[in-house]
């Protein structure tokens, strides 16, 4: 594919196919092509017969739930978005590093938020979270997608100075759906929280800080409002943690955008992430700072 293409990571399950139907109505949406991968998740040292027996071994039979999740997955995609190109690619090695380093050049990863269990050709559950972390594009993470469509894709906004990355995604892809886009900044600090102080709050201290991020939020959304004059903006900032701030808000959106440090974590998704991956009623995508 000469193209960059969009990337969606499939091991047969439900939960990836849905993933692989949503990839493919945004790769018609980008004018892209659609690239479906999936991996045996082979243990090491696990050998196919290669034709030396006449009999199955455990390596042959997750080859084979490879090969019929990529065929069905293809014609999935093809029924989604018929005159899509579509391309299938076997990837090796460990699952999560192989589906992750599919993504590298791509416009962004698609996957599931769970596969099909332990014993089969990938576990997307710990792929996703894998992906959605170390990729170097933005990763959707497929969750319980509704067919409802909201027009409005929502951006979650934690420091204005790294947030630039999926402010850029969020803006392009409500001008791809013609929908509006809704940012978000939670605050939440101890000073202001009667669980760890044992007092009350201090409301006026708190109003002032508010009041003071609900502008740098807003000069932070007129640039973007200049690069994007047709897509209506609006922004909302509230006191409590940001993971629970974005579940809610991934309810009435279409998608939910969050940025990640582009350096590669050694821990796996920080609680905002992983709250959200775990939490959200909907698409969820992760994009690297640049």
Not at 139 to 168: C, F, M, N, W, Y
Not at 194 to 217: F, H, K, N
Not at 227 to 246: E, F, I, M, N, T
Request: glycine fraction near 8%; hydrophobic fraction near 45%.
């Amino acid at each position: 594919m000469a193209a960059k293409p969009v990337v969606a990571g499939t091991d047969g399950s439900r939960e990836s196919m849905r993933a692989v139907e949503w990839a493919a109505r945004e790769a018609v949406l980008r004018g892209a092509p659609l690239r479906i991968v999936s991996v045996a998740g082979l243990l090491p040292r696990m050998m196919g017969s290669h034709g030396k027996s006449d009999y199955d071994t455990v390596s042959d039979l997750l080859r084979e739930d490879r090969d019929r999740a990529l065929s069905s997955a293809a014609e999935r995609a093809a029924q989604t978005a018929p005159g899509l190109l579509i391309d299938t690619d076997v990837l090796s090695g460990e699952p999560a590093r192989a589906v992750t380093d599919s993504g590298t050049g791509a416009l962004m990863l698609v996957v599931g938020s769970c596969g099909i269990g332990a014993f089969t050709a990938m576990v997307l559950g710990s792929v996703s979270r894998y992906a959605a972390v170390h990729a170097s594009c933005p990763v959707v993470v497929v969750r319980d997608e509704t067919t409802s469509t909201h027009k409005q894709i929502g951006v979650g906004v934690a420091d204005p100075e790294s947030s630039a990355s999926a402010l850029e995604f969020a803006f392009e892809e409500a001008a791809l759906r013609k929908a509006s886009v809704m940012a978000i900044h939670a605050w939440h600090t101890p000073q202001f929280d009667l669980s760890r102080t044992g007092r009350a709050p201090d409301a006026a201290a708190a109003q002032v800080l508010e009041a003071a991020v609900a502008r740098d939020l807003a000069g932070l959304l007129d640039s973007w409002r200049e690069k994007y004059p047709d897509v209506p903006v609006s922004q909302d900032v509230v006191h409590g943690h940001p993971g629970r701030a974005l579940v809610g808000l991934s309810a009435r959106a279409d998608l939910v955008v969050i940025g990640r440090r582009s350096t590669h974590p050694v821990h796996g998704p920080g609680t905002v992430t992983h709250a959200v991956l775990n939490h959200a009623h909907g698409p969820i995508v992760t994009v690297p700072s640049s």
